[in-house]
């Protein structure tokens, strides 16, 4: 089994930044890929951005340029800094790790960019 825990979200105003974290534990295997999610209500899940374990990464556009993750493999721990945040950066964001074809995914963590 693995186990997500998401931490860092809350609220800010446009134009600020903010930082999430997502631990990962239990059966996590040393090939893998980790990222965020996010989702408001009535849409699909969006994922924004993503990380090997070899460092290589990928950004949804709309986030290109302002949102940075990063990962610390000995903590099993993901990052992602949110910079220039706007108000449709609101959302529940999600953490997410595949490996050996499944995808895992954390209770969500909500960001809330006010105007």
């Known amino acids: 089994q693995v186990q997500l825990v998401e931490s860092g979200g809350g609220l800010v105003q446009a134009g600020g930044s903010l930082r999430l974290s997502c631990a990962a534990s239990?059966?996590?295997?040393?090939?893998?890929?980790m990222g965020w999610g996010r989702q408001v209500p009535g849409k699909q899940r969006e994922l924004v951005a993503s990380?090997?374990?070899?460092?290589?990464?990928n950004y949804a556009d709309s986030v290109k340029g302002r949102f940075t993750i990063s990962r610390d493999n000995a903590k099993n721990t993901v990052y992602l800094q949110m910079n220039s945040l706007k108000p449709e950066d609101t959302a529940v964001y999600y953490c997410?790790?595949?490996?050996?074809?499944?995808?895992?995914w954390g209770q969500g963590t909500q960001v809330t960019v006010s105007s």
């Open positions: 997410r790790l595949g490996q050996l074809g499944f995808d895992y």
């Open positions: 239990g059966s996590i295997f040393r090939i893998n890929v």
């Open positions: 990380i090997t374990n070899s460092g290589s990464t």
